[in-house]
């Protein structure tokens, strides 16, 4: 959904809602204070000309005296919209004494406890009147009709007005709502292409020609971020080019050496094994599992080299021979036969069958941290192989190979 069709969708039903209830508001009352006013006027009305009927008990003697008729008719024009003004008698007939009748009559009428206004229909038959009641004494009323015509019509004014304003309301919402979005599509537009230009590295425009505060932080961001990665970038490539000015062959064939020989944790015949380099562990430093049913052996050996290149090449091609040849025939003759091949300085070695348990430890390291990794590793108890290579990792300063099997007990030779 684009930002123009949100915005419509937000702001224009809030100005017709708004619109709407204030027209609503405005026509319930002004229809209501014009209805009370012209049922205050025939009630007004009706009072005065009961009260002027009760003074006499004959109506019509009172108003054969013509300055009393007179009086009578100088006052019923001064009535605004009077379209009949009655006098009920006891015999419940009503008599116009004043105004234009409204043809078929008032009507019939009981006569009222206290003056009364009845309701305005607005489905009433035409000409629409307001009625009121007044009593005259004697069991007689008075009635008193005001044309509400005007009334409707100022009505029916009022609601066109009213509409004109939702409509008006609804344009002006539409025309804000359009405006607004326009100026914030036109600025995303304008921070779209600036953070592509910043993106794709070239200059991007002035970031004060964006005139709404975010779009401008959002540019600034990105140029940050920019700048950031290329830094991080034009740093990594100085590292980079200075480890290539300062990489010889040793380190070339440890980091090979490393990627060679990775920490090794797997399953083989039925015994859990973790085999790992420590420290920095000779380029002639190899470990080689072999596999064959439910046998299993394992070598740790290094390899003796004129250079770390040889050393390491005699330790790939020695691990290869033992994986594939170390479980042909007796163990300890392909052993003899690899120290010959590819010249081992130690070896150490363990093979085992399914069921009938492996050493607990091999370690190919200096000085007494074999015997103490051997020791550990017969302590470690219901710890995972690999958590007991780790802890050696961590407690040992040495170089070399080392490898912890679970569970322990199985031929094991060592040169």
């Known amino acids: 959904m684009t930002i123009r069709r949100t915005f419509l969708l937000l702001v224009m039903p809030l100005f017709l809602l708004l619109a ?18 012209i049922e205050t006027q025939a009630i007004s009305a009706a009072v005065t000309t009961a009260a002027f009927a009760s003074g ?96 409707f019509a100022e009505v029916a004014a009022l609601g066109r007005l009213i509409a ?33 230009a910043i993106r794709a590295g070239a200059a991007p425009a002035d970031l004060d020609a964006l005139s709404i505060r975010e779009t401008r932080d959002l540019a600034n961001a990105v140029r940050l971020m920019k700048t950031g990665v290329t830094g991080r970038l034009a740093r990594s490539r100085r590292e980079l080019a200075l480890r290539d ?16 020989f990775p920490p090794l944790v797997t399953q083989a015949a039925g015994v859990a094994l973790a085999a790992r380099r420590l420290g920095e562990a000779g380029a002639g430093c190899f470990y080689a599992l072999a596999t064959d049913g ?23 091609a020695a691990r290869r021979f033992f994986e594939r040849r170390l479980l042909d025939g007796a163990a300890a003759d392909r052993v003899e036969q690899g120290r010959k091949a590819f010249d081992l300085g130690r070896v150490e070695w363990t093979q085992w069958i399914a069921g009938a348990g492996a050493a607990t430890s091999l370690a190919l390291l200096d000085g007494d941290n074999a015997a103490r990794a051997a020791a550990y ?14 802890d050696l990792e961590a407690l040992l300063v040495a170089d070399g190979m080392v490898a912890v099997l679970k569970p322990g007990s199985a031929e094991r030779g060592q040169g």
Not at 245 to 260: K, N
């Open 20 to 37: 709407g209830v204030n027209g609503a508001l405005l026509f319930l009352l002004e229809r209501g204070e014009a209805a009370r006013g």
């Open 245 to 260: 000015r300062q990489r010889d062959e040793a380190a070339g064939v440890a980091a090979v050496h490393e990627t060679a």
């Open 294 to 316: 439910d046998r299993a052996g394992l070598v740790l050996g290094e390899c003796r080299g004129a250079t770390p290149v040889e050393a390491l090449a005699k330790a790939l």
């Open 56 to 151: 006499a008990d004959d109506l019509a003697a009172t108003l054969a005296d013509p300055r009393r008729a007179a009086a009578l008719k100088a006052a019923a024009a001064n009535i605004p919209g009077l379209a009949g003004l009655y006098v009920v008698g006891t015999d419940g007939v009503p008599v116009r004494i004043a105004g234009r009748g409204a043809g078929a009559g008032p009507g019939r009428f009981a006569a009222p406890a206290r003056p009364l206004a009845l309701p305005i229909r607005a489905d009433a038959p035409r000409p629409r009147l307001a009625t009121a009641l007044a009593a005259a004494g004697g069991g007689r009323f008075v009635i008193a009709q005001i044309d509400a015509e005007p009334l």
């Open 164 to 196: 004109g304003l939702v409509a008006a309301a609804a344009l002006l919402g539409f025309g804000l709502a359009w405006t607004v979005a326009s100026r914030i599509a036109r600025e995303l537009a304008r921070n779209s292409a600036m953070v592509e």
């Open 377 to 390: 590793a017969a302590r470690g108890g219901d710890l995972p192989a690999q958590a007991v290579a780790d």
